[in-house]
Structure formats: C-alpha cells, structure tokens
C-alpha cells in the first residue's frame, strides 16, 4: 500500500507562484511512475505533468509548459509541483497520482486546493 499526502496549496495572485509536495509512503518511491493530475469546479481531472520512475523523463499538459515543474527528492520521498506564472484557469484542486506500470497499483492523494486570484 501506498499514502500520498499533498501540500502546498493556497490563495495565491495571478503571476505568482506556488509550490506543491507529495510525500510518497508505504513502498519504494522508485516503483511508481509519479503524477499531478488537477480539477476544477464542473470539471473532469485532467493530467498535469508526470516524471517517470526510470530516469528523468518528464511530460507536462501542454496548458503548464514552460510554467510548471515536477522534480523529485528521492531522499525525501517527495514529488514536487512547482508552479510559476500562475493565471485563475489554473485554480483546481491537485491531486498526487503514483502508478506502477503493468500492474493494478494505482494510488491518489487527498489533494490540495489551488485558487489563483484575477
């Protein structure tokens, strides 16, 4: 089994930034392919960016390109979003995905709310 628990989130103006974490417990962080997904109010979960378990490959929407970054502390067993340029189509909750190729391991975290003010 594995927990996620996000953090990070807030009320933050547009042009500004914020940084999420997603603490990875409970197996080897190295396993899971690791995502941001977000929803917003009415809306379907849509992918975020991802970092692959191999590697550093990473895949971003192409909505946060060149705004956002995923990196990761495998010291800390942590997934980071870090978010610049922030605008309001970007205030939805984010939620911390871990995923495990070729088997049914498919977790979430409880997510944490962005709202970025006009």
């Known amino acids: 089994q594995v927990q996620l628990v996000e953090s990070g989130g807030g009320l933050v103006q547009a042009g500004g930034s914020l940084r999420l974490s997603c603490v990875v417990s409970?197996?080897?962080?190295?396993?899971?392919?690791m995502r941001w997904y977000r929803q917003a109010p009415g809306k379907e979960r849509e992918f975020v960016a991802m970092?692959?378990?191999?590697?550093?490959?990473?895949d971003y929407a192409d909505s946060v390109k060149d705004r956002f970054t995923i990196s990761r502390d495998r010291t800390k067993n942590t997934v980071y979003l870090q978010m610049n340029s922030l605008s309001p189509e970007d205030t939805a909750i984010y939620y911390c995905?871990?995923?495990?190729?070729?088997?049914?391991?498919?977790?979430w975290g409880q997510g944490t709310q962005v709202t970025v003010s006009s």
């Open positions: 409970g197996r080897t962080f190295s396993n899971y392919d």
């Open positions: 970092f692959r378990r191999s590697g550093s490959w990473t």
């Open positions: 995905n871990a995923n495990r190729p070729h088997t049914n391991e498919n977790y």
